[in-house]
Every structure is written in C-alpha cells, then in structure tokens.
C-alpha cells in the first residue's frame, strides 16, 4: 500500500543547532515533493518545492533534499530558533497537479 | 494581495444534517483545492476544481461535494453528517492548474458534528 512516513514523535532541539526531519514514501512515484508548515488552528505554510530530477533545493536557512532511489527527502533548517517550532509536513504529487498527498507531520520544538 | 479566506471559521452541526463550506482564493488564483484534518487521518485531499470543472477526486463518499464559480469562489458540502466527518476543511488555491504549483492555503474551517 501506499504510505508517507514521518517521525510522528516530536523533534526538541536546541536554539542555533540544525534540525533535520525526514519524509519517506512506499509505493509512489511523485513528480516532485513539497514542505509544509503549520503552526496551530491555522492552514499549512508553502516552504519548499523539489522535482524529481533535482537532488537538493535551497532557501535562505532551509535545504530540502530529494532521493528517489532511497524514496525519502530531508528538510534541514539550520540555525533554528524558538520561532521555528511548529509541525512540519512533507507532501507529495505524482502528477505534477494539485492532488497533494500529506505525510503525518512532525512536531519541531527548538528550546532557547 | 489578500489571502485565501474561508467562511464559517467555526462550525457546530448534528448528525444528519449538511453543511456548506466557503472558499475565496487569492486574487488571480484559478484552481482551488479542498482537504479534510484530523488527529487520525492528517491531510487528506478531498477534490480540486479548475475553471469550474473538477479536475482531480480523492477517496470520499458522495456525501462529500463541492463546485467552483465563475469567480474562481468555491464550495464545499457535506450532506448526511456522521460524527466522523467533524475535522478542519482547509481550503488552498493555486496560480493554475498542474505544473508544480505551491498551495496557499487558508485558515481552515473547524466543522463539529455532535
């Protein structure tokens, strides 16, 4: 069956060290892969965007990278801060459209 | 640019009954997808329009329907309610349909079903 897998316990990390979450997926073939985040009762943020031809994708202290063979990606924040902290969600489509399906999200707490 | 909105924010119904969910998305915006959250499931996509048409379907009973206006405006509505459809219905658009878009989502409204 198809799955996407997150670590579905939280991260604690401390302030200014880097962050790294995973997203691993079974049984799909996605034409790219996106990050979320969400921050309590409200919607989902856009963060990140990857193909599947690209193998690392960046933006200011975010790096997401992408590898189809392993069928996983990692987001790594660097430098976090307390105001990192929120639930992280990886999303995949495999048509390039707008069905999105989401991972179960993990829970990134940065201690000051 | 103003973002997506959705009204109700809140929503309190009982079983049986139905309800319709509003959407506006960004200015400009044409495709405009539907998700249901909740604790068990997370995000679960429920169908996405474009142009008036709906493009793509998720796996949800046809208790569950929505349509888009020409104004790119869309709604959802849940007939029949059942206590396992209380969730927050998140709402995001689009620039276009397909081609690696990112979503913009909206705040969400928080449907309860006692």
């Known amino acids: 069956s198809q799955k996407i897998e997150q670590n579905s316990e939280a991260l604690n990390i401390q302030e200014g060290k880097t962050a790294t979450l995973t997203c691993n997926y079974t049984?799909?073939?996605?034409?790219?892969l996106q990050w979320y985040r969400q921050d309590p009762g409200r919607g989902p943020v856009f963060l990140l965007l990857?193909?599947?031809?690209?193998k690392e994708k960046r933006k200011e202290r975010l790096k997401v990278t992408f590898d189809t063979t392993l069928k996983q990606s990692l987001f790594h924040i660097t430098a976090s801060q307390p105001a990192d902290s929120a639930t992280y969600l990886c999303a995949l489509d495999e048509n390039a459209g707008n069905m999105l399906t989401f991972g179960g999200g993990t829970r990134l707490m940065v201690k000051p | 640019k103003a973002g997506v909105t959705q009204t109700p924010r809140y929503l309190i119904k009982t079983r049986g009954q139905q309800v319709t969910l509003s959407c506006s998305p960004i200015s400009g915006h044409r495709s405009v997808s539907w998700y249901q959250q909740t604790p068990g499931q997370g995000l679960q996509f429920l169908f996405e329009?474009?142009?008036?048409?709906?493009?793509n379907k998720g796996n949800f009973p046809g208790r569950f329907s929505g349509r888009q206006f020409s104004n790119s405006r869309s709604e959802m509505n849940v007939s029949t309610l059942e206590l396992g459809d209380s969730a927050l219905y998140l709402c995001?658009?689009?620039?276009?349909?397909?081609?690696?878009?990112?979503?913009?989502f909206g705040p969400g409204t928080r449907l309860t079903v006692l």
């Open positions: 049984n799909y073939s996605p034409a790219y």
């Open positions: 329009y474009f142009s008036e048409t709906q493009r």
């Open positions: 995001a658009s689009s620039p276009k349909a397909g081609d690696y878009n990112e979503q913009f």
């Open positions: 990857i193909r599947e031809n690209e």
